[in-house]
């Protein structure tokens, strides 16, 4: 990432919009930003940290505390950067959170916060693309986070570590922990990739391991589901269920014989019971037909009088219509004649109206003479309004000003009283924070031991559904087990039923002359009697057979389930005597957590508000406030002269107007009244005209249509007289007395239907009901028997019979499920078996892979961290280049290669070498100056490694904020020596720094200068 412009607008000390160019520098890469303490160097690097990533370059302040104090409030906060990564130029922009002015109205509004990314259609250019070509790509604080870091590679965090060194923290990289430096070494040179597989690797093998436990305790289950204790066990019950089946077997057939005898003698009994009844309905439905008779008669005449009468209904509908022909055209004429005077006098009227137009129309000059004297007092007026307004805003705004600058006085003085107070918490402070590392190790124990007892509650919830569940799923089995017993209870009867029958049909497709299947024989006097009405058909049957199917499936399925919940239940039980390990209750515990939280809370809130710094900075806030004063009590002056001038300006003006014009809308709304009144003369005008006009029209199409309706009246009267003599004539062709007895013969045609529907199916019914009782006394005769048998006897040596065959079954049946469950659950845990030992073989390798690249192995080092420890060898090789020189061969860095701490994770530690006492020592133990050559060896060797790597990190600037006054001079020769060498690389560097040796030998500065209005910053180069 290379800078190319940077703007600032109310940003820190730079009230006023800021740019700097960075294009300017040309073929200078070294460069020192100098200027006053407070004047705004380390603004600038906030600025471009914020651009990037929504932070400042310091951990003490946030974004929204950067708006500039001596802005406007009409100024908008905002930071733009310009930078160029490779060919391809970006800009991005951030608005932080801020109060602003209101667009209507007074007082601020507060704004979120705003932040944008463009790419500009413009590449590899030296000086950076225009203002125009840019495409956004980001229009999101999150979206913009997210692609910036994308872009450079870097996270805020690593940004501040490797590009942007802000004061104070240029230890941190060198001092970091092995867990650290893996996380930033990590970003540059792209080595996720190890530590991905590395995951992937333990997360397979910890499946494996689970897969191989979940085994374990499904093969438990099954056991304990079948209520054996081993597999041999499950082997013997299968042996006896076996035996007890073919036992049960054997005992079926005598029994079936006797339910088949006791059925057939059931159903000879009940077909002629059916016969007896079908005799008995037969005559009832015969007499009930034939007493209808009379009714039917009489319907019969009155059908034939209604088809007559609809024979001549054409003729009356000409008389009635000829009739309401005539009855309407006198109806209309009367309206008509009756209109005529009222239209005549409307008429009248309007003539009247259209004789006073002449006194509107004068009314209507004078109206307009009137507007025009009144145009041209508008302009005045809004000039007038508008210094009114602006006269009480001023008035309102140095009120405003008068109470901050009262406001701002007593801050100044209270800010004074409170500076003994600040040194005394301050102390306070630095006592509670020493204690608080022994609280928070007390709430971790706790916490731990709340969240055992929360695992064991939630245990217990799930297990309670769990129990209720297995419940359910048992009482399903049984009446499943229930209705399965009736289906096969039913299918049974059924079956013997068409057993029975076989002999029967057989019977009925014999034929005189034709063999016998069975005996051979031609003749065939007596054949068995057909069954056909009372036997199932073979769909039925196998309808039957299907439901019993059905419901030993559903069993079956009832079965597993129940078998799988008794195993949850198991294994819950089995977790809960697991977590049985804490003594005390949950409200103790909850109870010392609370205590221990509000102590911690408490401590953290006095460390927070009384840093170390709290006393610098009451101070500074009190020097702050007296200059607010001061600015502010200046702006009151200036308002109050402004004030006297915009008085002046309203008098002028007020001698134009009028008085009573100047009340607020008093001339708009006479304007607007003469314009309405206007406008209202012209519309009565148009008004009375338009009606005089509609009165004539309405007169004489009145006369025209009396004159029409007299003619059409005559003709109507004729045509009335024509259809009066055919409908009479039409009603004694057809034997009708007069109109009324047409009238009542007539029916509705869907009445007319209905009688003759009514007709046929009488005459329909009476012959089958004929037909139905005489066979049904043939059948009965033929049968011989002169009373119904007494089926109930039958039935109960048939229930008796069955009964007895059914309950052999179930007994069969029962074994047999038993033993179909006890086979599917060998056969379950003889894949769980198999199974078993296939997971122990392949975690045999997976496990020892895993660890290895985790880090479980002699040097304690993941697979990404040995991958790392190549790079930061040779990064350590570069930084040692720089490092013997800048300390005249002392010091030299070094990997360290023993595990001090066997708990710990280690490979990426650091050490200096100290040439003067041939040791090796860690990095912590350098002094100020010493570190910050380290550092800064550090820095500059990763960033030469990182680029020498192809797809590296392109790592094209590096700003450093102040360090170099720990050096003495021999040491800062040397650093700067290696600072400038960078330029031969194309690297650019910024330094912050008050050392004054600095600003005379290096001729590039970026010279801050701070001002009552803000500060400006400008590139300033020696010689040009």
Known sequence: MRPLRLTLEAFGPYAQGQTLDFTELGQHEFFLIHGTTGSGKTTLLDAITYALYGETSGAGRTAAQMRSQQASPESDTRVRFDFRIGSACYRVERLPEQEVAKKRGTGTTKRPAEARLWRSQITDTDAGPSEDGWTPIATKAGQVNSEVSRLLGFSAEQFRQVILIPQGRFREVLEA???????????????????????????????????????????????????????????????????????????????????DKAAEGLATARRLNEQFQEADAASKELKSLVARKNEIDQSRQQLTSARKASSIRSEREIWIRSQKQVSDIKSDLAREQKRVPELEKSLNQAKAQREEQDQRAKRKETLQREQSQLQPLVAKLATWTKTKSELEAKSKELREQTSEAERLKNAANESSKQLPEVEKHRDEAMQAKAALPALEATQKTVQEQLETLGRKKTLEKQLQPKQTDLAKKEATGRQLAEELKAKQKRLQEEQALWDSGQAALLASQLTEDTPCPVCGSLHHPAPHQSLKDTLPSQEKLKAAREAVANIEKKLETAREEWQAAKAEVVELNSQLKALD?????????????????????????????????????????????????????????????????????????????????????????????????????????????????????????????????????LQSEKNLQESTQTWQSALQREAFRDDSAWQAAQLPPEELQSLLTQIEAYDKQLAAATDRHERARETLAKSKADKPPELETYATKARAADEALQEKRDERTGIAKELEGVETALRNLAKLEKEFGVLQQTYAVAGRVADAVNGKNPLGMTLQRFVLTAFLDDTLIAATARLERMSRGRYRLERRRERDDMRRASGLDLDVFDEFTGQARSVNTLSGGESFLASLSLALGLADVVQSYAGGIRMEALFIDEGFGTLDQEALDEALKALMDLREKGRLVGIISHVPELKERIDVRLEVTATREGSRAKFHIVGE
Do not use: W
Request: with cysteine; aromatic share 2%.
């Open 177 to 259: 922990d092995s867990k650290k430096r893996e996380e930033i070494l990590e970003t540059l040179f792209g080595t996720g990739l190890y530590s991905q597989l590395a995951e992937r690797l333990k997360s397979k093998a910890r499946g494996i391991e689970e897969a191989a436990k979940e085994g374990e305790r499904k093969k438990e289950a099954l056991l304990q589901a079948q209520q054996v204790e081993s597999t041999e066990a499950l082997h013997e019950r299968r042996e006896d269920l076996n035996k007890r089946c073919s036992d049960l077997a054997s005992a079926l057939k005598p029994l079936q014989e006797q339910r």
């Open 581 to 713: 390990k804490v003594e005390t209750t949950t409200e103790a515990l909850a109870k010392q957590a609370s205590t221990l939280a509000e102590k911690i809370e408490a401590t953290r809130k006095l460390v927070a508000a009384y840093p170390e710094t709290a006393l610098e900075k009451a101070k500074r806030r009190n020097e702050e406030t007296r200059k607010a004063f001061e600015t502010a009590d200046a702006k009151r002056i200036a308002t109050q002269n402004q004030l006297t001038q915009i008085q002046t300006s309203l008098e002028h003006l007020a001698r134009d107007i009028p008085d009573a014009l100047r009340a607020p809308q008093a001339l708009p709304n006479r304007l607007d009244q003469l314009e309405k009144e206007i406008e209202k003369i012209d519309h009565e005008m148009k008004r009375i005209e338009a009606s005089y006009q509609k009165s004539l029209t309405d007169y004489q199409n009145a006369q025209t249509r009396i004159e029409s309706l007299n003619k059409q009246l």
